[in-house]
């Protein structure tokens, strides 16, 4: 009895779930807010039978999804240098490519190899989508399924969407690959791809996840490393967020370095405090904070987030709610700051006189 309680026991700790933190969102213009906290609803874990949306198109494998898994020196070769090189919080090094806005592409590298891909623009090398396509037609090609299974060398996971997740960023499997489509759900149309390999999708882990083995998680980072980490996913809210407006046919955006440090500051406030507001228990509302900034401006907007992955996860995730689509896309809005602390971003807008 002993020994089949011992092997339940081991059995029920291989078996583990992991519940992601929902993400936050929060919209504010002119001290109102537009839109409140979006907590989804959290999941429940019980084991249930899972299918699995996988295609198999080798011949198609083309555009950008072709540069997964080669090496640095062949990116070079086909793309150049790229613009900048951006650290990230999950072992790899982002190239951006971003001297064509209608063709932005930014690579993970690790190790000298391609791991990761994100692409946008009305140009985007992605050929096996289209940017703008519709959800429909890329729903009746792939099946969007709730649930992706990753079997990795070091164990099996099972990654579980939620219905909202299913209608903004579904999960698909082409081949090896395994790719995230980001959706507009106003327009209902394709608005970025990201492509990643077995390993950087566990390491992110956007969704909830079942799984056996060892976990993997990225190394741990220095205050150092997370200084340019920040830096570059800053960086990165910008270059989309103008992408976006030129996709809605609205005057882009200037960086505004004392607006950037209002909104690095707000970002770093809300992590050490633990809070998440427009309003800051020390410092104020956008107002105040703005002002004790010395940044003057005739309109000013704000959208905050908390816990995505990263910059431009952040950027969809405020293209698909209302309140931040609006401060997003507002065309009286001429400047941009942002800042971001760790796993908390910040967009400060501002009209300038």
């Not at 079997?151 to 099972?158: L, V």
């Not at 107002?287 to 996860?313: Q, S």
Request: with cysteine; proline share 3%.
């Amino acid at each position: 009895m002993r020994g089949l309680f011992f092997l339940l026991f081991i059995a029920f700790c291989l078996y583990l779930f992991v519940n992601v933190e929902p993400h936050e969102l929060e919209s504010f213009i002119n001290e109102q807010p537009l839109s409140g906290q979006v907590t989804p609803e959290k999941r429940q874990s019980e084991e249930k039978a899972f299918v699995q949306s996988e295609i198999q198109m080798n011949d198609n494998i083309d555009g950008l999804a072709s540069f997964m898994g080669k090496e640095a020196e062949e990116l070079l070769d086909t793309l150049g240098d790229p613009a900048r090189k951006d650290l990230s919080s999950y072992d790899y090094e982002w190239w951006v490519y971003n001297q064509d806005p209608a063709n932005y592409m930014q690579f993970g590298v690790s190790e000298g190899k391609v791991v990761t891909v994100f692409g946008t623009g009305s140009k985007s090398r992605n050929e096996l989508f289209e940017i703008g396509q519709s959800y429909e037609s890329l729903n009746e090609k792939y099946s969007f399924l709730d649930s992706i299974t990753v079997d990795h060398k070091e164990g099996s996971y099972q990654f579980q969407l939620k219905p909202e997740e299913m209608k903004t960023r579904p999960l698909i499997k082409v081949d090896d690959i395994y790719i995230q489509l980001y959706f507009d759900d106003f327009e209902q149309h394709l608005s970025s791809v990201r492509y990643m390999n077995d390993e950087t999708l566990i390491k992110q882990r956007p969704y909830e996840l079942v799984y056996r083995g060892p976990l993997l998680d990225a190394k741990d980072l220095t205050d150092e490393e997370w200084a340019k980490v920040e830096e570059g996913n800053a960086k990165q809210i910008i270059d989309f967020t103008n992408i976006i407006r030129k996709r809605f046919d609205i005057e882009t955006v200037e960086w505004d370095g004392d607006t950037a440090e209002v909104a690095y500051l707000h970002s770093k406030d809300m992590r050490e405090g633990n809070y998440f507001s427009h309003v800051s228990p020390t410092r104020g509302s956008l107002t105040d904070r703005l002002m004790e900034g010395n940044v003057p401006f005739r309109l000013a907007g704000e959208n905050i987030a908390a816990k995505y992955v990263d910059g431009v996860a952040a950027v969809e995730g405020w293209l698909n709610s209302e309140g931040h689509r609006n401060t997003l896309l507002n065309s009286r809005f001429t400047h941009l700051g942002v800042g971001v602390n760790e796993k908390y971003y910040t967009q400060n807008f501002i009209e300038s006189w």
